[in-house]
């Protein structure tokens, strides 16, 4: 059986569990460790493009001497005067592959959208919104907003069987 060593370049929970959920069910052992990892964006990226690199700058940052490391970065994007929310992962690996997969999108009411272009961060405006605390760390907006359909973990679950597909295609 293979054995690897893996890291989540977050300490979300939301994002620690949507990896290792996917992780539990593949056919090797792996260590896996949260790290903090630089994303080299803003907090709260505002383009595609800036969510994707915001990921694949936290997987480089957290590879160090592991197999592989997985970065997922939450962000918002404007299309037709819509603000959608937007999720990316990227998954770098000790061979230099970079592997990278977005997720779930979904627009965000005027109301949050207004209160981002003055500047804020999605995470407390979604618990504004909703009245609870730490939405970020559970369901996410996406929970709030699908009426609790998808959660955050379950979104970043997707993006990470897309990364580890792509991964695992390419080792065998
Ligand atoms: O600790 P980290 O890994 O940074 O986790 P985070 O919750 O801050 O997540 P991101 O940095 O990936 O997300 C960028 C910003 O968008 C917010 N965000 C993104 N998706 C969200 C969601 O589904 N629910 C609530 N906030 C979200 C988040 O609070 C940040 O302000
Ligand atoms: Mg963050």
Redesign the pocket.
């Known amino acids: 059986m293979k054995k690897i060593r893996a890291a989540i370049a977050?300490?979300?929970p939301a994002?620690i569990n949507a990896v290792s959920s996917v992780l539990k069910n593949l056919e090797w052992t792996i260590d896996l460790s949260a790290v903090d990892a630089e994303?080299e964006v803003s907090?709260?990226?505002f383009s595609q493009q800036e969510t994707r690199r915001g990921a694949v700058n936290r997987a480089n940052n957290a590879l160090g001497e592991l197999d592989f490391a997985i970065g997922?970065?939450?962000?918002v994007y404007e299309m037709d005067k819509t603000l959608y929310?937007c999720n990316w992962g990227a998954l770098a690996t000790q061979g230099g592959r970079l592997f990278t997969a977005a997720g779930a999108q979904i627009p965000l009411p005027t109301e949050i959208a207004k209160s981002l272009y003055d500047g804020k961060?999605?995470?407390p405006v979604?618990d504004d919104y909703a009245n609870e605390s730490g939405?970020?760390h559970h369901k996410?907006?996406?929970g709030i907003l699908t009426d609790g359909l998808v959660n955050?973990g379950e979104m970043f679950s997707q993006i990470v069987k897309l990364l580890i597909g792509q991964y695992q295609r390419d080792s065998d």
């Open positions: 977050s300490k979300n994002k994303s907090a709260q990226p997922l970065e939450g962000g929310l961060e999605l995470g979604m939405i970020r996410g907006a996406i955050r």
